[in-house]
């Protein structure tokens, strides 16, 4: 099954990343996708080059590829960025002119417009607004699009702040254009932001979309109850590290250990290593940090203990995939004996998942919002 997607008079066929038969209903654009390439096909027919921000799953960056423009798609989405390559090369899109850059690379100095999907962390729009009113030459637009509900008064300041003048659209099919042009002049957003972790000695830090950027959140906080404490594991991986505390702290726990911080946000991977090289540099050699789409291409029955925090949702979808995903490839990852362990909400049933998948499931801990779970690996499981 595919999903066909209509811009103008282009059809393409576009999918999410991860390809997942069960979820492939799940839409690779949204309304505001289209609200920009109807206004930018409008309004600048002259464009030549073009910078795309927070193209989710490269709807963007192939309807404009396809118009022989000069694109560069930025994004702090691995996986945002495999699905961008997938799909131009399932709709056979040449790719001479196109090219991709992580959040943390330098923005291309000339352009002709900017696109930009307005990402759900307000210090992350800051921070890309900032990098743009760095390289930008006066006058260039800038325009910004996301469902209504999601245009707040402080998204506005935002643009106005960083970028120059703004005013919104009218709502088209719920969504909203933000229409900015550069006045010139950098605009400086701080981050990484550091702060102390309580009842300890380390300093974390965070990058701009990091979860939970200025305190440890309440779930890590649970988690740290129940973190292994031994000297027997040699490879413990991190998966879906956001800024390293787990890992960090399961270092400072299992000091012989190698440790694997894992995630598909370059700038949670960067906070996890300025985090490991912040307070335990004498450990750095043993760490390893990976962008990556869960633990594909791991080797299998190569690792001791993989600590996990599933997320429950991708993009503005809730959906129980990643987790699968997630609890498959760890299985797959962990030595015959081998243990995950996960904290998670009490109501996502990671008990039932984990026993299905597994065989067992053991509760470590739970009280009214979070259950500590461990699963051990048996290959003789029937």
């Not at 961008?84 to 923005?107: H, R, V």
């Not at 959140?217 to 998966?239: C, E, V, W």
């Amino acid at each position: 099954m595919t999903t066909q997607a209509q811009f103008g008079d282009k059809t393409f066929t576009l999918e999410r990343f991860p390809l997942d038969q069960k979820n492939r209903s799940l839409q690779a654009w949204d309304s505001a996708d289209e609200y920009l390439i109807d206004y930018v096909t409008e309004h600048y027919p002259d464009c030549r080059s073009l910078l795309i921000l927070n193209d989710s799953f490269g709807a963007l960056s192939c309807y404009f590829s396809k118009q022989q423009l000069t694109v560069c798609s930025v994004n702090d989405s691995y996986i945002s960025h495999q699905a961008a390559a997938y799909n131009l090369a399932e709709n056979k899109i040449p790719t001479t002119a196109f090219s991709q850059l992580d959040s943390l690379s330098a923005l291309p100095e000339h352009v002709d417009l900017v696109i930009l999907k307005v990402p759900r962390t307000l210090g992350f729009l800051q921070y890309q607004l900032s990098e743009l009113s760095e390289v930008l030459a006066p006058g260039t637009p800038v325009i910004g699009a996301a469902k209504t509900k999601d245009v707040h008064n402080s998204t506005i300041k935002a643009f106005e702040q960083f970028i120059g003048e703004t005013k919104t659209s009218l709502a088209v099919k719920k969504s909203r254009l933000i229409i900015s042009q550069a006045e010139g002049g950098y605009k400086a957003a701080d981050f990484p932001v550091n702060w102390p972790l309580e009842g300890t000695d380390f300093t974390i830090s965070n990058h701009a979309n990091v979860f939970s950027r200025d305190s440890l959140d309440i779930g890590a906080r649970f988690f740290f109850d129940f973190l292994p404490q031994t000297n027997k594991a040699k490879s413990i991986i991190d998966l879906g590290c956001g800024n390293g505390v787990v890992g960090l702290m399961t270092l400072a726990r299992c000091p012989n250990a190698e440790v694997t911080f894992v995630d598909e946000s370059y700038m949670a991977v960067e906070s996890a290593r300025l985090t490991v090289e912040l307070n335990m540099e004498d450990k750095f050699e043993q760490c390893r940090f990976i962008e990556n789409d869960c633990l594909t291409g791991f080797e299998r029955e190569s690792v001791d203990i993989v600590l996990c925090n599933p997320p429950f949702h991708q993009a503005q979808a809730v959906t129980d995939h990643i987790a699968w995903q997630m609890f498959k490839q760890a299985k797959d990852t962990l030595k015959n004996g081998g243990e995950l362990r996960i904290i998670g909400n009490r109501h996502l049933d990671y008990h039932d998942k984990l026993k299905r998948m597994f065989g067992n499931c053991e509760l470590l801990g739970s009280n009214k919002k979070f259950v500590v779970l461990s699963a051990t690996k048996n290959n003789g499981m029937l």
